[in-house]
């Protein structure tokens, strides 16, 4: 009996020490030892981990300040991670020695985008850093990025980073010449908007006008607005992910196209997007006229995406002029009130492969009653809008002109 209960002992004390202490594996791909440091609610980075640790997890702890040279003992690292631990402070010399760092992800931690945060000098030995992930953080709306800690991430190829209402990609983002993706669709939950930009300007993505930045991710965020001139400083973008952007309207988002003119785009996802239709105003924002079409002149794009929008009208023109390139074409899950002679002309996209119209719901614009019935589901919420103000809406009061200011 007491040997069975000293094995007992024996067996607790060696499961709870094993749950108090990060696990080491060898990594063979990177040449050291990988270790697991993940929920152990550590307070701050161990002091006794292998010099040859090349690959380091210490998610899900509760770490909130990095001390300076807090990982000194282990230069080979290559790989840090640290999620959700509660980190809200950088003190100046954090990262001090891990100048081979390639991959360094803070997610989901408590570090606001300002200059007490971050010193100015704390990305200075990450030089051989190509991916950097600090979103899901911020819960400021109002602020400035503290743009020049970026300038010495000149091997970055990946960015995920929150952004403020009014955000502006400071002058310190161009040195990052050979970024390739930039993900700002952090997006928000109960306590945060991490996306908080709501206006994207013909000059917010100017600092990367020499970059090579090829994908753009801003799925989640709470864009209104995007000024017709706002890709064009992206000269290498060939995606663009705006999906579940619930307040940017489709035509303001096709009228930003125009920042793509003479440029080769692989895919621009614009699906489940602009979901808030609680006014007329906002039913006309899901019109794509001709006046917003004919100003794309130049556009080549294989890969669209406007799938389960609430778009009601698109012009014949729209074929016309996308159908250069066009590979792949998603406008399902609409209700589409005018033409539909618009499906019947897909032959002039040549090299179309694949096309999903599927679950329309038609209407005719001379079926005055499907109209009024249509617009008045649509503005089921809106305090301001009654029955009787549809009853003298005609045809050309719902599409606009071919007039549209840029």
């Not at 983002?173 to 993900?183: A, M, R, S, V």
């Not at 249509?374 to 809008?385: C, F, G, M, R, V």
Request: with cysteine; proline share 3%.
């Amino acid at each position: 009996m007491k040997t069975f209960i000293g094995f007992l002992i024996t067996l607790t004390v060696a499961y709870s020490t094993s749950r108090n202490t990060c696990e080491i594996y060898p990594d063979p791909e990177l040449g050291g030892s990988r270790v697991d440091c993940r929920s152990l609610n550590l307070p701050k980075v161990p002091g006794d981990l292998p010099s040859n640790t090349v690959s380091l997890d210490l998610s899900d702890n509760h770490i909130p300040v990095l001390r300076s040279q807090a990982f000194i003992h282990i230069p080979q690292l290559l790989n840090l991670k640290i999620v959700g631990s509660r980190v809200s402070r950088l003190e100046p010399h954090a990262f001090e020695t891990l100048i081979n760092l390639r991959r360094l992800n803070l997610n989901y931690n408590h570090l606001q985008l300002d200059n007490g945060t971050y010193p100015q000098d704390i990305f200075r030995p990450l030089e051989r850093l190509t991916g950097l992930s600090i979103g899901y953080n911020n819960c400021q709306l109002k602020g400035n990025t503290p743009h020049w800690i970026f300038k010495w991430l000149i091997n970055l190829e990946t960015l995920t980073i929150d952004t403020f209402e009014d955000d502006i990609f400071g002058s310190g983002f161009g040195y990052l010449k050979i970024l390739t993706t930039l993900n700002i669709g952090t997006g928000d939950n109960d306590e945060c908007r991490y996306c908080a930009i709501d206006a994207i300007h013909n000059h917010t993505f100017s600092a990367f006008e020499n970059s090579t930045l090829q994908v753009l991710i801003a799925s989640d965020c709470h864009i209104h607005h995007v000024e017709a001139g706002a890709f064009i400083p992206l000269k290498s973008i060939s995606k663009l992910v705006f999906e579940s952007v619930k307040y940017l309207p489709s035509c303001k988002a096709l009228r930003a196209f125009y920042g793509l003119n003479g440029k080769h785009v692989c895919h621009v996802l614009l699906s489940s997007s602009y979901s808030s239709v609680t006014s007329l105003s906002d039913l006309k924002g899901q019109l794509i006229s001709n006046g917003i079409l004919n100003k794309l002149t130049d556009i080549c794009i294989e890969h669209i995406d406007l799938s389960s929008n609430t778009i009601i009208y698109i012009d014949n023109s729209f074929l016309k002029v996308f159908s250069k390139c066009l590979k792949y074409l998603d406008i399902s899950k609409y209700s589409l009130l005018g033409n539909q002679l618009i499906f019947f002309e897909m032959k002039m996209c040549k090299q179309l492969q694949y096309i999903d119209v599927s679950q329309q719901q038609k209407y005719n614009k001379h079926d005055t009653e499907t109209l009024e019935n249509l617009l008045l589901i649509a503005n089921t919420h809106s305090e301001k809008y009654h029955r009787k103000d549809v009853s003298n809406l005609s045809w050309n009061q719902m599409v606009p002109s071919n007039d549209y200011t840029f």
